[in-house]
Every structure is written in structure tokens, then in C-alpha cells.
């Protein structure tokens, strides 16, 4: 990696844990200077201000999650030709990788930057919209393969089903710190797959 790429990724790691502690409100560019261990115009000179900072962020964010997915679910399939069958081996390859973290997850930019979205301009808004999008999307394409071969018990639209993996894995963020329980989240997506386990039936031939 070259010298100022690794500092930009310094820089980001620094911030994304403070960020993830305090938030970005409380996170200043002085404390993220001193932590990286840079000049102020090293700072500048690859991020001209916060919102540049918190888009590069939630960009990184999303592709460090679409690596994460492509690979548990892709270990699932491996695992399963059957699309359910590899949903369900999915999301307890997931429950058990965030179950795994000894402190709990470590929270989400994502949601972070939701929570405080007054402070940003409209790239960054768009940008953390596509990120939940991305989520959307990537679910919806699973359970559409699993819609061709299964009926479901329940009427439902699969565009909220996908969003629910969303809100079921960060709900159970918040839940885990506010418990100060690390294994919350794991919990919830299990309670999760035990549902679709339960909305999805063969189809009739």
C-alpha cells in the first residue's frame, strides 16, 4: 500500500472507532489528527472537511460488507443448492461470526450516520441511503429465489422481508449495547431465521 493511501486508511480507522464510540458530533478532526498521529494539513489533505470524511466512511463500509456477504453466503451455498436451505446456513454463519466478537459489534456507520444525519450534506445522505439499499437489494434477489420454489404463510412484501435483516441486525446492535450483552444480536438474527424457517413452505406442484 502506498504511503498515503495507508494514512487515509489510518486516518479512517481512527475516526470510524471514535465515531462508533461518541458518534460524529462528538468525534473532532483535533482528536483525529492527534490519534492518526498526522499534521492538520495531512488531514485536509485527504478529506477536506467531515462530510467527505463520513462518505469515504459509509463507501468503505459498504464494500467491506458486500465482501463480508459474498463470502458467508457464498460458504453457504457451497454448503446448499437449496436457496432456502442457504439462507438459513447464511444467517447462522452470521450469527455465529458476530456471536465470535468477544466485545459485542463494534455498532455501524450506517446507523450512526442515520442518527445524526442533520450534520451532513446531501452526498452523504445519499450515499448512506445506498448503503441500506445495497442491503435491500442483495436480500431481495435471495428471497426471490426462494419465492420461485416456496409459497409463503403469510402475505408479505419482499421488498420489507429484506428489510428486516436490516432492522433485525441493528436493532440488535442497540439492544446488545444497551444490555450490555455481547450475544443479543446473534440472538435476534437466530429468532430471525427461525422465522423465515416458518414463512416459507414448498410450493404445490
Keep these: ?16 472507532d471514535s465515531v462508533l464510540l461518541k458518534g460524529f458530533d462528538a468525534t473532532s478532526i483535533d482528536e483525529i489528527v492527534a490519534s492518526a498521529e498526522i499534521t492538520k494539513s495531512g488531514f485536509f489533505y485527504h478529506f477536506p472537511d467531515k ?34 436451505q442457504t439462507m438459513l446456513v447464511g444467517l447462522k454463519l452470521l450469527a455465529e461470526l458476530i456471536d465470535d466478537m468477544s466485545n459485542g459489534h ?17 452526498q452523504v445522505r445519499d450515499a448512506n441511503r445506498r448503503a441500506v439499499l445495497n442491503w435491500r437489494d442483495r ?14 404463510t403469510d402475505e408479505i412484501d419482499l421488498d420489507h422481508l429484506a428489510d428486516m435483516v436490516s432492522a433485525v441486525v441493528e436493532g440488535g446492535i442497540v439492544m446488545s449495547r444497551a444490555m450490555d ?12 431465521r427461525s422465522y423465515i424457517k416458518l414463512l416459507f413452505k414448498p410450493a404445490a406442484n
Design 51 to 84: 462530510n467527505t470524511l463520513a462518505k469515504a466512511l459509509i463507501e468503505r463500509h459498504i464494500e467491506i460488507e458486500d465482501a463480508l456477504f459474498d463470502d458467508l453466503f457464498g460458504r453457504a451455498k457451497e454448503l446448499a443448492d437449496d436457496p432456502l
Design 106 to 122: 463494534p455498532g455501524c456507520i450506517v446507523a450512526t450516520a442515520a442518527y445524526q444525519d442533520r450534520l451532513f450534506d446531501n
Design 139 to 152: 436480500f431481495r434477489d435471495m428471497f426471490d429465489s426462494i419465492a420461485e420454489k416456496y409459497q409463503t
Design 1 to 16: 500500500m502506498a504511503k498515503g493511501e495507508d494514512t487515509r486508511q489510518r486516518i479512517m480507522d481512527v475516526a470510524q
Design 181 to 192: 450483552d455481547p450475544h443479543v444480536t446473534a440472538q435476534q438474527i437466530l429468532l430471525f
